[in-house]
């Protein structure tokens, strides 16, 4: 039995970048061997098995066989006989089908080493369209590979825009994608993930963005105050058409879908004309008296994506920077005054005292 290092750690290696995790292929080998050996078993799709001591991942060989026609039509064989360089073929990327062995010796039957060497993202063969996880796959490569000087080839955008369709897309495990999403967010580059994926023609699928051209500059400004997944996603969102769709479709964690609801009630603050008790309607859904801080982060991001996009303000949010504070320096005060009322009577006392001092705020007294 022969093993080979192979996928992400030994394209790390080559680049110069951390190494996350080892995966390993097993040549010459089948299950039997292998759990005789010790190695367990893991839940998935293939024959993987975690190494009894490292608990590293090591998946027998695959290759694919065409059974019927279109290019769902393979079987899967792991037998003994599978050579690596079959294994390797069926990957997604030249860079990620190189194989390492314990001497050290690579095998790189798809030039992998020269496109790494030539920064280039490029498939492996046409094996790539069987899984449309990897246009996302590529795009958040794009994104975390830019520091390095990496491009996506010219021939895979080509095959991305025209050989993955609508149905085939959609069918994705939500995860799956959102994961490449947030690992593109965290990224130097997060605006080449989006990017990729509109070059690809496959954007607007999950993601009804008006103008990319705006949500790149955006993110190119904000991203070097806003380090974090979340806010650099809740600034994304504020160009969302149709934020409900996203969320739905790509099952979004609540912290972020929370802090980009809040955004989107923060920019109709800012930008309508607003009555005293809209505004304090608008503080009860950015949850300003349960959640303070969060609110006044959610406001901060808000007037900063304001001013990024130069949007026309109906209220300055410096106004309502003024009211919170107000509001949250009188909260002893309007404790006090609610004392001893009963409780039918102290929500709409509370309404009340709130809005005077919205309105004082606003008139200035
Ligand atoms: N792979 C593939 N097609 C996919 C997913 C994975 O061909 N849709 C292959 C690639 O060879 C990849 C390897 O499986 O390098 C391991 O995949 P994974 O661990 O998901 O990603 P890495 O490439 O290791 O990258 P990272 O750790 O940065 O996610």
Redesign the pocket.
């Known amino acids: 039995m022969n093993v080979y290092l192979?996928?992400?750690a030994v394209?790390d290696e080559l680049i110069g970048r951390e190494i996350?995790?080892k995966?390993w292929v097993v040549v010459g080998s089948d299950e039997e061997d292998l759990l005789s050996k010790g190695f367990k078993k893991i839940n998935s799709k293939f024959p993987v098995f975690l190494h009894p001591e490292t608990k590293e991942e090591y998946a027998l060989a695959r290759k694919e066989k065409k059974v019927s026609p279109g290019h769902q039509g393979f079987k899967f064989i792991f037998d003994p006989s599978v050579k690596i360089e079959e294994d390797l073929k069926r990957?997604?990327f030249t860079m990620?089908?190189i194989a390492k062995k314990d001497n050290g010796e690579l095998i790189d039957p798809f030039a992998g080493v020269s496109d790494i060497n030539n920064k280039l993202i490029k498939h492996v063969s046409e094996f790539f369209i069987e899984?449309p996880?990897?246009v996302f796959?590529c795009a958040r490569f794009a994104a975390t590979l830019k520091s390095f000087g990496f491009k996506v080839s010219d021939e895979t955008i080509n095959l991305m825009q025209t050989k993955f369709s609508e149905g085939e897309f959609l069918s994705l495990s939500a995860e799956r994608v959102w994961t490449e999403t947030q690992k593109a967010l965290v990224s130097e580059y997060p605006e080449e993930y989006f990017s990729i994926l509109n070059k690809a023609d496959c954007l607007h699928y999950f993601f009804d963005l008006p103008d990319i051209k705006e949500v790149i500059e955006l993110i190119e400004h904000i991203k070097k105050k806003y380090v974090g997944d979340v806010e650099r996603w809740a600034a994304i969102c504020s160009f969302l058409i149709d934020q409900k769709k996203t969320n739905e479709l790509l099952k979004i964690p609540k912290k972020f879908s929370k802090l980009s609801e809040k955004i989107q009630e923060c920019i109709k603050l800012f930008t309508q004309k607003s009555s005293d008790s809209e505004i304090l309607d608008s503080l009860y859904k950015i949850s300003f008296f349960r959640e303070s801080s969060s609110a006044r982060k959610a406001m901060e991001l808000c007037d900063d994506l304001m001013k990024e996009k130069g949007s026309s303000l109906s209220l300055e949010p410096s106004l309502i920077l003024n009211i919170v504070t107000k509001l949250e320096k009188s909260k002893n005060e309007i404790n006090s005054s609610l004392k001893g009322m009963k409780d039918e009577d102290k929500k709409s006392k509370l309404t009340e005292l709130r809005l005077n001092i919205i309105r004082k705020t606003r008139t200035n007294l």
């Open positions: 192979v996928g992400g394209r996350k995790e995966d990957r997604d990620n089908a899984d996880l990897r796959r």
